[in-house]
């Protein structure tokens, strides 16, 4: 079992950078694939990044790519998103996720274990 705690949330201004973390408890996290995904109010979860276990292979969402990053370190069992060049509509609760498959995979069924989710409010 697994469980994850994600941190960094706020409330930034457009144009402005925000790096959320995501820690996990339990398990052995170099093992898991990782991945970040979000909820706007009103919408359907969506895939933002995902990274392999080994952080050799990251999986990005059109949308956010050239401004998000994902990194891991497996020695602090944490994960992390660097967001750039925030846009309104990037307003959404993120979540960070697992997969026993070590893979960067985009579909959230195929992630095993979820954090409780961060806030992050961007305005105009």
């Known amino acids: 079992q697994v469980q994850l705690v994600e941190s960094g949330g706020g409330l930034v201004q457009a144009g402005d950078s925000l790096r959320l973390s995501c820690a996990a408890n339990g398990g052995t996290f170099s093992m898991y694939g990782m991945g970040w995904f979000r909820q706007a109010p009103g919408k359907e979860r969506e895939f933002v990044a995902a990274?392999?276990?080994?952080?050799?292979?990251?999986y990005y969402t059109d949308s956010v790519k050239g401004r998000f990053t994902i990194s891991r370190d497996n020695a602090k069992n944490t994960v992390y998103l660097q967001m750039n060049s925030l846009k309104p509509e990037d307003t959404a609760v993120y979540y960070c996720?697992?997969?026993?498959?070590?893979?960067?995979?985009?579909?959230?069924?195929?992630?095993?274990?979820w954090g409780q989710g961060t806030q992050v409010t961007v305005s105009s």
């Open positions: 996720a697992a997969n026993k498959w070590g893979a960067a995979r985009g579909i959230s069924t195929e992630y095993d274990y």
């Open positions: 990274i392999r276990r080994n952080g050799g292979s990251t």
